[in-house]
């Protein structure tokens, strides 16, 4: 166990529509990074945000949005879903803004 | 931007002999580099780690080895177990700064 947790574990939705992934950093942990990792790509890394300010943006579609709270748990949205936007969506932290990264168990995401 | 691959989409060894999983990387500004293992349907577990001042490190019965003149990165398991299976992923970054960037990974299989 990490010690980062990510809700839900499973999530099914349709084209379309908008969903919400939640994400709790190890206690202690200021930076939160957001991962899609699809059947025929690696992790692709999104986004960090560090101490509630973005810090670093990667691959992130301007469909998919993200914060982080005052207490340092964080969400990733993602709106207008497409079927290609079906994957694992992975959680990490660290105590920094670099360093090693612990990673949650994921949400799966099916859109249908 | 940066890539970091994987010379061996997949790997198969004999329970106790040693495997070793390389990765090659491409921006000499990383500083800092990690090995990840990930299960079937779990997220990326931290395996170890090393710093570009160094060029082997070691942990329990895993061994990284960094050659920063051909950008090359593997890793060394000891007796690989059943419970080694998974797959692997090495991915770059600086110590300072907050992109990971991940391989494809190597898929590990350890025949009893």
């Known amino acids: 166990d990490s010690g980062v947790t990510q809700t839900p574990k499973h999530l099914i939705t349709a084209t379309g529509q908008r969903v919400t992934l939640r994400c709790s950093p190890r206690s202690g942990d200021l930076s939160v990074y957001w991962y899609q990792q699809s059947l025929d790509q690696g992790l692709q890394f999104l986004i960090q945000y560090y101490n509630g300010e973005e810090r670093a943006k990667g691959n992130i579609l301007e469909r998919f949005s993200a914060q982080q709270f005052p207490d340092l748990h964080s969400e990733l949205n993602l709106s207008s879903l497409e079927l290609g936007d079906s994957a694992l969506y992975f959680c990490?932290?660290?105590?920094?803004?670099?360093?090693?990264?612990?990673f949650g168990p994921g949400t799966r995401l099916l859109v249908l | 931007g940066e890539s970091v691959g994987l010379h061996l989409p997949t790997l198969s060894v004999q329970e106790g002999d040693n495997s070793i999983i390389n990765c090659a990387y491409s921006n000499s500004a990383s500083d800092y580099f990690i090995w990840y293992k990930q299960e079937s349907g779990k997220g990326p577990q931290f395996i170890i780690d090393i710093r570009s001042n160094m060029d082997k490190r070691q942990g329990q019965r895993v061994t990284v080895l960094l050659n920063k003149t051909v950008k090359h990165l593997s890793l060394q398991i000891a007796a690989t177990q059943p419970g080694d299976s998974a797959v692997y992923f090495c991915a770059e970054s600086t110590l300072s700064g907050n992109q990971f960037y991940f391989g494809t990974g190597t898929s590990l299989t350890v025949i009893p």
């Open positions: 990490a932290s660290s105590a920094g803004t670099g360093g090693t990264q612990y």
